[in-house]
């Protein structure tokens, strides 16, 4: 493995000193030529020590005529083999046009010619070392970071069948197109349909298809299939696809009004994930799959264009599937990703997948054997039952959520499953803890508790209806870093109630001042966070501030005097069953976590009777200031643990009850 990995290190230092048209021509004629072997190949020490009777010389090949050349003739002698391997190729003409070579150049020629002339082209030894991960095109696709076990997933539900047409639309670095049809039983061989982007990508095409013998139809041309479609009237029993995300520009100066493409609306110029998905639908066969790797952002983006696309997309029955993918499962980009699955038939429903926390990175795992039974049971028209990954929704159901296609609107709440009630566990840790907490304001507060039980009856309104919910001071970076104190993320993130001392701190206007002045009973959400975790946790504010809150902030403040007690609330925001709320309302998470007013406006809010509150509310505090003036560190953690405790029994657990049964 070190070996290679020092030959692969090594050619990739040469080739950055070459053009990559006469790189190509090296490998295509080295391909061409598997009958040549270097001398130190042919005649080993025993032939040197008994010499043998001459045989017949080994037959000539076209890589023996460029080791031949001499150092100054060897672009001549490798246009002169590449001429009579692909006559009339752009590649021809791109190595007929190129310059002398200088003489470090001719160095490394030379040195990559010996590394080449020891690598065998018929153990696929010469294809592995070809230097493509550096050859970036301006399509900037990452197909060959698609896992292998992900894409034999993709294959799997393609139904590619021997005499399917199987299409790739953005060729790339070649990588996804060239190894499907290796992982392909050869008796399955579909005929491999591709359009290349940029002229590198035209070029890899051809190199890729010459060394791993996979004959691909690939254009008279490199062009942008969004702006220039090579097969305007073709329709394609298997679609695989991995776009570039987000491109910008992709009409050029193309007019995009009257292509017949956009039977669902036209695409916006400003990003083509959506252009991609009806070039893909329009040439989907009336009974093919097509499989297409996106952004995330695709299945919730609310752009008025993007909307009406998927609208009418999931009119016409073409989305049969959505699976969101695991975060990181793509090394070259942060960006979660998902898969749309389509299908060229209407299909009567649609099956989402949560698949974010399933191992889809090893070949065989449960995970990825489940999640190709879903697919081919979904498609074979069978309900299923609703779960916390995986559920099947109708064109209704869907239009009830607004069109939004991320899974978890769909699939059962993750957490539904984590609340259990274990009340006796509750009330001996307050017993064991109790001596330890003599001399603070604790005992009388958690004593209480023993004779209380927990509420059965809880009233229930918007998030919207109790509080009016604002956003925070938006400024120049320059305005930061002195001023007033202001609330951040980090410190909403951190505590349940506002500290007193702020660590953030920002100029502002006597206007500005007013208007986002901090005051009791407010309470501060943050809008965006790296993790779902983390998202739209709250900090309630205990008293008036000379402070104001920051621009990723959103702040609630109470709508009339019968709000709920802001020290409830402080332990209603760090509950389970709030998290289930939040995770019900928002989409799957994009590069950041993301919540908007529309979004929050959908939470529900429950709470007991106002003594209820008050009682909660005041236990919650004190085991809140308590922790943070403990200098006993495992005391501290052991009421840590019975705060969690407190909040799950006497506040999530009743509430999932009456979730459950309204009634009761």
């Known amino acids: 493995m070190k070996h290679d990995n020092a030959i692969a290190w090594r050619i990739s230092q040469l080739t950055a000193r070459l053009d990559p048209a006469l790189v190509d021509a090296l490998w295509i004629i080295r391909a061409a030529s598997p009958g040549y072997a270097p001398a130190y190949e042919q005649m080993g020490i025993a032939d040197m020590l008994c010499p043998a009777e001459p045989s017949s010389p080994l037959p000539e090949t076209p890589w023996h005529s460029l080791v031949r050349a001499a150092p100054h003739r060897r672009t001549e002698a490798a246009v002169d083999a590449l001429a ?133 139809a690939v254009g008279e041309k490199w062009a942008n299939p969004l702006s220039e479609d090579l097969y305007p009237d073709e329709k394609f029993d298997c679609i695989l696809a991995h776009p570039p995300f987000n491109q910008s520009g992709w009409a050029g100066d193309f007019q995009t009004p009257y292509d017949q493409r956009w039977q669902f609306g036209i695409p916006p110029r400003a990003n083509g994930n959506y252009a991609w998905l009806q070039h893909i639908a329009f040439h989907l066969a009336p009974e093919g799959h097509a499989a297409v790797i996106l952004p995330n952002g695709t299945l919730t983006t609310r752009t008025q264009a993007e909307r009406t696309i998927r609208i009418g997309m999931l009119e016409t029955g073409a989305v049969e599937a959505v699976i969101a993918l695991p975060p990181g499962i793509f090394t070259s980009t942060r960006v979660p990703c998902c898969v749309w699955l389509l299908s060229g038939r209407k299909v009567a429903s649609t099956l989402f997948v949560d698949a974010q926390k399933k191992n889809l990175t090893e070949d065989l795992s449960e995970d990825m054997l489940a999640l190709a039974g879903l697919i081919h049971h979904h498609r074979a028209g069978l309900p299923m039952k609703k779960t916390v990954w995986y559920a099947q929704a109708d064109f209704r159901e869907i239009q009830e959520k607004d069109y939004l296609l991320s899974p978890n609107f769909y699939t059962l709440s993750s957490s539904q499953g984590s609340l259990h009630s274990d009340l006796p566990q509750l009330l001996t840790m307050i017993d064991s803890l109790l001596p330890r907490l003599a001399g603070s304001s604790l005992p009388p507060l958690l004593a209480q508790w023993k004779q209380l039980s927990p509420e059965s009856h809880w009233e229930q309104a918007a998030l919207s209806d109790l509080y009016e919910i604002t956003g925070g001071i938006v400024k120049k970076k320059e ?186």
């Open 84 to 216: 009579d391997i692909m006559p009339g190729s752009s590649l021809l003409r791109n190595v007929k046009g190129l310059p002398p070579l200088s003489a470090p150049s001719e160095k490394a020629l030379g040195e990559l010619m010996e590394i080449l002339s020891g690598l065998s082209p018929e153990n696929g030894t010469l294809t592995r070392y070809y230097p493509y991960h550096d050859r970036g095109t301006d399509a900037l696709s990452e197909d060959y970071d698609v896992p292998l076990c992900v894409l034999r997933l993709l294959l799997s539900v393609l139904d590619i069948r021997p005499v399917s047409r199987l299409y790739d639309p953005c060729y790339g670095s070649g990588a996804l197109l060239q190894r499907a049809a290796e992982l392909l039983p050869r008796e399955n061989s579909p005929v491999l349909f591709t359009q290349a982007l940029d002229p590198g990508a035209y070029q890899l095409c051809h190199v890729h298809a010459y060394l791993r013998g996979v004959p691909i």
């Open 479 to 664: 305005a930061f870093g002195h001023g007033v104190p202001m609330a951040d993320v980090t410190t909403v993130i951190r505590h349940p109630f506002l500290p007193d001392a702020l660590p953030a701190l920002v100029e502002v206007t006597p206007e500005e001042m007013e208007k986002y002045r901090i005051r009791a009973g407010d309470i501060f959400l943050n809008r965006s966070s790296e993790s779902v975790e983390e998202l739209a946790c709250c900090c309630v504010a205990v008293s008036d501030g000379d402070a104001v809150f920051g621009g990723y902030l959103k702040r609630l403040r109470p709508r009339s005097e019968n709000h709920p007690d802001p020290g409830y609330m402080a332990a209603y925001f760090r509950s389970a069953i709030y998290r289930r709320e939040i995770a019900r309302v928002s989409p799957v998470y994009t590069t950041r976590s993301n919540i908007n007013q529309k979004q929050l406006s959908l939470v529900s809010i429950y709470y007991p009777d106002r003594e209820r509150q008050r009682k909660i509310g005041e236990t919650f505090l004190a085991l809140w200031q308590f922790r943070q003036t403990c200098s006993d560190p495992v005391l501290a953690e052991q009421v840590e643990t019975l705060t969690a405790l407190f909040v799950q029994q006497f506040l999530s657990c009743p509430i999932a009850r009456c979730q459950e049964d309204p009634k009761s």
